[in-house]
């Protein structure tokens, strides 16, 4: 009686409590309540790290007024005996989509074919909405929020998850008692942002990741021109922009790479984003921790894969297998390395999934410290809400959950979550512990009882001797019932009676198998903690596979190291005016060729014993579409804003293999999806370094053009997209440039100006700071090209393809422009069908500078070949063939006094064959970029070996995962995108 007089009380506090006072009343008399609730005799996690036994918490009208271990307790005080139980705060989810209604997926076909925007007076792009606020389509949600409350949480931060710039978010207390007028904590919480288009509008631009990140670069940029007061329009985007910089900005990557982007962008602009992760952070830790961003991390652990097939189970990579067993140490590798971050529930379909994840990092490795903290004080930080919510200190709102004791320990049973002074019974905390080990005779026969699980919801395991036996429990209020079975189930015993408070024995009626009631009596011998310890004793530390460098099949234990290497008695190929030298040392040291010459002294250094051996500078692809993420931003007609740079990816095998067929640097083009496409990104192919490791260093400019039928669309669906005939492709270049010269000079003038960072692009190139390679066939399409460029005072560095060069090899060498070719494709396509096997041997002889390139991840990896064949087509000479691949396309990337040939002084990029570098039969035995060595042709067959058993291990693991009744995914085959010039 006295619990329903108490939950009254409360009930009505809480309706005086969640009325405003300026509200008539017209349900009854009209009256404040302002009595007080102690909570006494707990353990009181005031924050993770201080805490406080046998505490008083003390709140009243929704907040907290004092907490401590001895709190004088106002007259008009309510007092909750807690002896034996734990307060903490409520959860905090910073990343949450709870209550605001969601844009729904706008209908059109495979390629939407919307180039300008739908809205007036906003922003150029429809996928910028800054000026969205969640509030508005905000509208509280019961059901959703009961089961929130269920797994702890007392408030979230919820925004509309549409679009790259998103607006503003709302943080609503999970109040089912109150109404928005006390539930709304912030507004205007966070400003919102990602690198995903929205899914309700069809603007074509940006079609690719770098597209995004340059209208990310291109926003802020226009949002500081026009807070200057520079803009002669009104642009609602923008002014929402600028009012919201001042609040929490917040960017959803959902991946390590994603990671680093965003950080970049908010360098750039001055902002310090606290970033949405992907949870593969611990795969990229140094640089992740480099960034100092606080990070929001989703407990979206990937179940294992049901390999019990071992046909379907080749399907599943070993990339994908190492995720499922590492992930569940991303917490914990987060906090070991000092990175700030807050948990949440995104993307989980179950909140029942969110708490078996957070128990596995603890499980991995997370302390339970560090995850508090994760939910409670540090999602707090994050949106600037310290002083009210995440802790339990004087006037922080009084959100707070009552547990049986440690809050991440599987037994704990959590009672009461309080959301504004406001009580969620979530079990009865009255209900008494019944967990423990006992002994229950029945019809002269003894059986021993183990009681586990949760207090309110336990589990019964029945054993007669050592057999097991089929048990059922029901504990409801004060009443228990269960039954077991013997002998195979025949005989049925079924039990109820009340859990009396006065003894820890079970009894009450008994029926048994034949009908006859009686009574039985369970004796307890100990209680549950004890067993629990036992058991914890005997769990094993999960076994977790060590991260590589990339975390890929082929990466390594750790990073390759740069040596100091003596090659003796090589076959030298110098790819300089030396010529091929026999029986030769070449000495690297600290990265560079030191010293070639013959009997040189190592001086400490490895010695390699090249003998029958051919040693050449490392080959170089001029033209490539590995490691990317992205290839074409095909929105706009020019996409000169965009970069390579931005999209590489450094876990992509087509490196590892290149290098094991000698390459070991490229030109990452973006591809021919407009007439002026993206800027390039020059590649040391670093197997194991991260992005920006892999980027040379002083990288020479160069920017894609096209020409033919990828831009005019010939082969596309559009037909709205200018230009659509060779013709209107020669007035894109006219009409870009012109714009850029004009820009460039009112630049130049100390008149202010709008940054644009498409046309500071195309003015480098008039400047001669920045290089063309042009996607070329047709010989009056790159006449037209030359002609353009000489009209605006520069050259084009590079005709790329150029199938048709030898028709027009004299004006190229005229010109000044170089070639990037294949050897012999033709035919492939209509504007292709004059190609020729002889084109390189006839552009070289006219003096134009020619390098055979790719295009084509297989045929990187064989160049050498490749190379090999202007011998047969052309005749020309074997170390002419040679500078094919090396130093010809050092060249035309203006890298030749780095790399490209064998020379004192230059960077140690070499390859060590072994036989004839043109030769079919020839492998590369060492590839090593600035003297450390990427590809080991010997290690490689070591790593095939550890590869097998590494998946063997994991299988192993899956099968007991599935054993033990773990659910599993079904196997599936990853595979990375192959990017070609043609693919949007």
């Known amino acids: 009686m006295q619990k329903i007089i108490f939950s009254l009380c409360l009930f009505w506090c809480s309706a005086l409590l969640f009325s405003q006072d300026y509200f008539p009343e017209n349900e009854g008399v009209k009256a404040n309540n302002n009595n007080y609730t102690a909570f006494t005799n707990a353990k009181i996690f005031v924050t993770p790290t201080e805490v406080i036994q046998k505490g008083t918490l003390l709140i009243q009208n929704g907040k907290i007024v004092n907490v401590g271990s001895s709190v004088n307790l106002p007259q008009n005080t309510i007092v909750v005996d807690l002896n034996g139980k734990s307060i903490y705060p409520s959860f905090i989810d910073v990343y949450s989509k709870f209550g605001v209604e969601q844009p729904k997926q706008s209908g059109g076909g495979r390629r939407s074919l919307q180039f300008e925007p739908t809205r007036e007076g ?126 929490v900005q917040i960017f959803e990557a959902k991946d390590k790479g994603n990671v680093l982007r965003a950080d970049k962008i908010g360098d750039a602009t001055g902002i310090q984003y606290t970033i949405l992760g992907g949870g593969n952070e611990f795969e990229r830790i140094d640089e992740i921790k480099a960034t100092n961003a606080k990070l929001i991390i989703p407990l979206n652990f990937h179940e294992a894969y049901d390999v019990s097939d071992p046909y379907q189970a080749g399907y599943v990579s070993l990339e994908d297998m190492r995720y499922w067993n590492q992930a569940p140490t991303n917490p914990k590798v987060l906090a070991e390395n000092g990175v700030s971050f807050s948990l949440t529930p995104y993307e989980l379909k179950s909140m029942t999934k969110f708490k078996e994840n957070l128990m596995k990092a603890i499980e991995y490795g997370l302390s339970k410290t560090k995850a508090l903290e994760a939910l409670t004080t540090i999602p707090a930080e994050i949106l600037g809400k310290s002083g009210e919510l995440g802790s339990l200190k004087k006037g922080a709102h009084a959100n707070f959950l009552i547990t049986s004791g440690d809050i991440f320990d599987k037994s704990t049973t959590l009672y009461e979550n309080w959301v504004q002074g406001n009580k969620n019974i979530i079990n009865d905390k009255d209900t008494k512990d019944i967990r423990g080990n006992y002994s229950l005779t029945a019809q002269g026969k003894t059986y021993d009882v183990s009681i586990t699980g949760e207090i309110a919801k336990p589990k019964v395991e029945v054993k007669q001797d050592t057999l097991k036996l089929t048990s059922k429990i029901s504990y409801d209020g004060d009443w228990l019932t269960f039954s077991f079975s013997t002998d195979k189930g025949d005989k049925t015993y079924r039990m109820i009676g009340p859990v009396l408070p006065e003894t820890d024995d079970l009894s009450g009626r008994l029926l048994l198998p034949d009908g006859t009631e009686t009574f039985f009596t369970a004796t307890k011998k100990s209680g549950f903690e004890e067993k629990s310890k036992k058991e914890s004793d005997k769990s094993d530390t999960p076994n977790v596979m060590p991260v590589t460098y990339p975390n890929v099949g082929y990466g390594y234990a750790s990073k390759p190291k740069q040596e100091n290497v003596l090659f003796k008695n090589a076959t030298v190929w ?186 500071e692009v195309l003015a480098e190139i008039i400047n ?110 074997e170390l002419e063939a040679w500078k094919m691949v090396t130093i010809n396309p050092a060249k ?71 054993a033990g009744g773990g659910k599993t995914q079904g196997p599936k085959q990853s595979v990375k995108q192959i990017f070609t010039c043609e693919t949007l």
Not at 138 to 150: M, R, S, T, V
Not at 180 to 201: C, G, M, P, T
Not at 643 to 666: C, F, N, Q, R, W
Not at 674 to 701: Q, T, V
């Open 122 to 247: 906003f922003y150029w792009n429809d996928h910028i909405m800054p000026e969205n606020d969640a509030i508005s389509s905000f509208k509280y949600n019961e059901k959703e929020a009961k089961e929130l409350i269920e797994a702890g949480f007392g408030a979230v931060n919820s925004h509309i998850h549409d679009g790259i710039a998103r607006g503003t978010g709302v943080l609503i207390a999970l109040n089912n008692t109150g109404t928005d007028a006390n539930r709304i904590l912030d507004d205007n919480s966070a400003q919102y942002f990602s690198l995903e288009k929205s899914v309700a509008k069809q603007q074509s631009y940006p079609t690719s990741l770098m597209g995004a990140l340059a209208l990310l670069r291109q926003m802020y940029s226009d949002a500081d021109w026009y807070a200057n007061g520079n803009a002669s329009t009104t642009d609602r985007s923008l002014e929402a922009l600028i009012k919201n910089r001042s609040l």
């Open 574 to 759: 110098t790819s300089e005016d030396a010529g091929i030298l026999e029986n030769t040392d070449v000495l690297v040291k600290n990265g560079k060729i030191a010293k070639i010459g013959t009997d040189l002294g190592a001086g400490g250094a490895k010695v390699i014993d090249a003998t029958g051996k051919h040693l050449t500078a490392g080959i170089i692809d001029e033209h490539s579409h590995i490691a990317a993420l992205a290839v074409n931003e095909a929105g706009h007609n020019s996409s000169a804003e965009v970069k390579m740079e931005d999209v590489v990816d450094p876990e992509h095998m087509g490196i590892y293999h290149s290098l094991a067929g000698g390459v070991t640097s490229i030109q990452l083009l973006h591809g021919s999806a407009n007439p002026i496409g993206g800027r390039s990104a020059i590649l040391k192919l670093k197997w194991g370094e991260e992005a920006d490791g892999l980027i040379y260093d002083n990288s020479p400019k160069f920017i894609k053009f096209a020409l033919g039928e990828n831009v005019k669309q010939s082969n596309w669906d559009s037909r709205s997209r200018f230009p659509q005939t060779r013709m209107g492709v020669e007035q894109v270049f006219m009409n870009y440039f012109q714009r850029a010269k004009e820009y460039d000079e009112k630049k130049k003038s100390g008149q202010a100006y709008r940054y644009d960072e498409e046309l």
């Open 768 to 877: 001669g700071e920045r290089f063309i390679s042009c996607h070329s066939y047709v010989q009056s399409e790159i006449n037209m090209m030359m002609k353009v460029a000489e009209k605006f005072g520069f050259r084009v560095n590079t005709f790329t393809h150029i199938l048709e060069g030898y028709k027009v090899a004299d004006k190229m060498a005229e010109h000044g422009v170089g070639a990037g070719s294949f050897s012999d494709w033709w035919a492939y396509k209509y504007e292709v069908n004059d190609a020729i096997p002889y084109n390189a041997a006839i552009m070289q002889s006219q003096g134009v500078t020619v390098a055979i390139n790719s295009d084509d991840r297989e045929m990187m990896r064989r160049l050498n070949q490749e190379a090999a064949k202007t011998i047969k087509y052309g005749g020309m000479t």
């Open 892 to 962: 035309l990337l203006h890298l030749d006094d780095r790399v490209g040939s064998i020379k004192e002084g230059k960077d140690a990029d070499l390859v060590l064959w072994s036989g004839h570098p043109l030769s079919v039969y020839t492998k590369a035995e060492r590839t090593m970029i600035e003297g450390t060595t990427y590809f080991d042709l010997k290690k490689d067959k070591a790593q095939r070996e550890a590869i097998k058993k590494e998946r063997n291990e994991l299988v192993k693991m899956m099968l007991e995962e599935k």
